[in-house]
Structure formats: structure tokens, C-alpha cells
Nanobody, 117 residues
Framework: QVQLVESGGGLVQPGGSLRLSCSPS????????MAWYRQGRGSQRELVARILWSNVTDYGDSVKGRFTISRDNAKNTVDLQMNSLKVDDSGVYLCNALPWGMGMSSWGQGTQVTVSS
């Protein structure tokens, strides 16, 4: 059973920055990809950013140019650096990861991000 633990959420003003981390059980090299999704109140879960084992990345259109996903092998985390935050970026941010050879991905519990003045 894969466990994913998110950290780094909080309250920030518009234009500010936050850095989220996802720490998996086992090595991050065990996963074909790891990703961040978010779910705002009353909205569907949407992809924020994903990073493959090869470090290829892709981003949701609404965050391109503002967010950066990266792997930190030393800390064994996948991080999401969020800059120029907007009110619409608020929501629960969830880590998702697909282990090699598995047909189903795993989810973390999520961390709340609130962007408000």
C-alpha cells in the first residue's frame, strides 16, 4: 500500500508563494509519475502538474509559467513551487503517484491552500 504525505499548505495573500512537498512511502524512483491535483470548493479535481520518471513535466493551463514541479532525490520528495498565487488557486492540493507496473495510482490526503487577502 503506497502512502503519500503532503505538506506545505497554508494561507497566503494574492501574489504570494508557497511550496508544497509530497513524501511517498518508499523511494520516489518507484513511481512512473508523480503529480499534483487540486480540488476547489464545488469544482472537479484538476491536474496541476505532473512529472515523469524521466523528469518530463506537464502543467495545467491555468498554472503554466507560475508553478514548477520538481523531484528532490536527496529529500525523497516531489515538490510544487507555486508563485504569483491567485484566489482561484485555492483548494485542496493532493499528491498522486503511479507505481511502476501498477494499473492504479495512489492518492494522498491533501493539503489546504488558501489564497486570500
Amino acid at each position: 500500500q503506497v502512502q503519500l504525505v503532503e505538506s506545505g499548505g497554508g494561507l497566503v495573500q494574492p501574489g504570494g508563494s508557497l511550496r508544497l512537498s509530497c513524501s511517498p512511502s518508499g523511494s520516489i524512483t518507484n513511481f512512473y509519475w508523480m503529480a499534483w491535483y487540486r480540488q476547489g470548493r464545488g469544482s472537479q479535481r484538476e491536474l496541476v502538474a505532473r512529472i515523469l520518471w524521466s523528469n518530463v513535466t506537464d502543467y495545467g493551463d491555468s498554472v503554466k509559467g507560475r508553478f514548477t514541479i520538481s523531484r528532490d532525490n536527496a529529500k525523497n520528495t516531489v515538490d510544487l513551487q507555486m508563485n504569483s498565487l491567485k484566489v482561484d488557486d485555492s483548494g485542496v492540493y493532493l499528491c498522486n503517484a503511479l507505481p511502476w507496473g501498477m494499473g492504479m495510482s495512489s492518492w494522498g490526503q491533501g493539503t489546504q491552500v488558501t489564497v486570500s487577502s
